[in-house]
T-cell receptor, first 108, second 113 residues
Framework: GQQLNQSPQSMFIQEGEDVSMNCTSS?????WLWYKQDPGEGPVLLIA?????ELTSNGRLTAQFGITRKDSFLNISASIPSDVGIYFC????????FGAGTRLTVKP | GAGVSQSPSNKVTEKGKDVELRCDPI?????LYWYRQSLGQGLEFLIY????????KSGLPSDRFSAERTGGSVSTLTIQRTQQEDSAVYLC???????????FGQGTRLTVV
């Protein structure tokens, strides 16, 4: 089946720092999605990417759909305490598969 | 409704009992997905529907798990003869069509005692 490798597993950063996380796969996808999950909640969509090479921003978030269609990254600039949570990448080719998540901790 | 709705939000059941979890997708969304999330873990794909049919059932952990979708809308995930290892949060998502953005419900937290 499709395997998504997400890294890093966890990050501990200082408020104001930038963050970068990525996902790679041996399979190609038509869509890459990035989600954030807070404790006790369902994942919330942050950014959707539909074309290889696409670079999309949403406020302090920037994500890119890799040119090979097998990878994607998410950057968060100038982190703030409410960025704390678990970030998941997801690749879509009919169904939707998820990476294992990156747990982000932001120290004030 | 405005978003994906799942019910119940919490379910405690005794080992060996059957449970039924419900997902109401966003109106008009043709694709629907079920995932299982154990504590502190990622999202394990279970099954997805395109309309009423399920092209891929490979993620269902055992034959105790089944899912159906009727009228291209509501879906139910049924777990028969529940075991303690079935305890997890079961998440449902829907999307307008394949390969577009998908939106999640709040999940059903299942505890098997």
């Amino acid at each position: 089946g499709q395997q998504l490798n997400q890294s890093p597993q966890s990050m501990f950063i200082q408020e104001g720092e930038d963050v970068s996380m990525n996902c790679t796969s041996s399979s190609i996808f038509n869509t890459w999605l990035w989600y954030k999950q807070d404790p006790g909640e369902g994942p919330v969509l942050l950014i959707a990417l539909y074309k290889a090479g696409e670079l999309t921003s949403n406020g302090r978030l920037t994500a890119q759909f890799g040119i090979t269609r097998k990878d994607s990254f998410l950057n968060i600039s100038a982190s703030i305490p409410s960025d704390v949570g678990i970030y998941f990448c997801a690749g879509r080719l009919n169904d939707m598969r998820f990476g294992a998540g990156t747990r982000l901790t932001v120290k004030p | 409704g405005a978003g994906v709705s799942q019910s119940p939000s919490n379910k405690v059941t005794e080992k060996g009992k059957d449970v039924e979890l419900r997902c109401d997708p966003i109106s008009g969304h043709t694709a629907l997905y079920w995932y299982r999330q154990s504590l502190g873990q990622g999202l394990e794909f279970l099954i997805y529907f395109q309309g009423n049919s399920a092209p891929d059932k490979s993620g269902l952990p055992s034959d105790r798990f089944s899912a159906e979708r009727t009228g291209g809308s509501v879906s139910t995930l049924t777990i028969q003869r529940t075991q303690q290892e079935d305890s997890a949060v079961y998440l449902c998502a829907s999307s307008p069509r394949q390969n577009t953005e998908a939106f999640f419900g709040q999940g059903t937290r299942l505890t098997v005692v």
